[in-house]
T-cell receptor, first 109, second 113 residues
Framework: QKEVEQNSGPLSVPEGAIASLNCTYS??????FFWYRQYSGKSPELIMS????GDKEDGRFTAQLNKASQYVSLLIRDSQPSDSATYLC?????????FGKGTTLSVSS | KAGVTQTPRYLIKTRGQQVTLSCSPI?????VSWYQQTPGQGLQFLFE???????NKGNFPGRFSGRQFSNSRSEMNVSTLELGDSALYLC????????????FGPGTRLLVL
């Protein structure tokens, strides 16, 4: 079992729709969770961090954490073509981040 | 604040050579982590330095090494390069008060021929 798993996609949504990105992790003791966005040819950019069960909202982005189910998700409301990128889920393990392979999101106008 | 900077941005080497990559963290950040990103393996943790000490290490061979200087700048070295070392090498810095939140630099793209 991989430590952090994401569907590779591509996930295709029309402009203005809600995009839902999912991530599961294997280490039940994990305490910190992150979502990064990576445009083609660029480095990862931090979108959200979440540490407690429940929802955390920041603008059009909402991160959801369920530690009992070992599940993290990212919702993007009112998706824009500029949101087209690869979204990486990361789980903290000590001072390291363990990344999933990423989900490619494509938003069509 | 200026972000994480990495030099050089692009590098071409041949098998058997060695390479040194440099990273300057965000001002005030004392932790520097290094990652390797390849299409096949994704983003993988190499090692992390704090106050000139390696605190954490990923599962990479000893050919990969690093160090950190007193000003928090860090270097990583790869000796005896192999074709499979071709990758994007990313440096990230974090502040102790930010619960492992890491900010990435632009990366160094290494091509081994």
């Amino acid at each position: 079992q991989k430590e952090v798993e994401q569907n590779s996609g591509p996930l295709s949504v029309p402009e203005g729709a809600i995009a839902s990105l999912n991530c599961t992790y294997s280490d039940r003791g994990s305490q910190s969770f992150f979502w990064y966005r990576q445009y083609s040819g660029k480095s990862p950019e931090l979108i959200m961090s979440i540490y407690s069960n429940g929802d955390k909202e920041d603008g059009r982005f909402t991160a959801q954490l369920n530690k009992a189910s070992q599940y993290v998700s990212l919702l993007i409301r009112d998706s824009q073509p500029s949101d087209s990128a690869t979204y990486l889920c990361a789980v903290g393990r000590g001072t390291a981040l363990i990344f999933g392979k990423g989900t490619t999101l494509s938003v069509s106008s | 604040k200026a972000g994480v900077t990495q030099t050089p941005r692009y590098l071409i080497k041949t098998r058997g050579q060695q390479v040194t990559l440099s990273c300057s963290p965000i001002s005030g950040h004392r932790s520097v982590s290094w990652y390797q990103q390849t299409p096949g393996q994704g983003l993988q943790f190499l090692f992390e330095y704090f106050s000139e000490t390696q605190r954490n290490k990923g599962n990479f061979p000893g050919r990969f090494s690093g160090r950190q200087f007193s000003n928090s700048r860090s270097e990583m070295n790869v000796s005896t390069l192999e074709l499979g070392d071709s990758a994007l090498y990313l440096c990230a810095s974090s502040s102790p008060g930010q619960k492992e939140t890491q900010y990435f630099g632009p990366g160094t793209r290494l091509l081994v021929l």
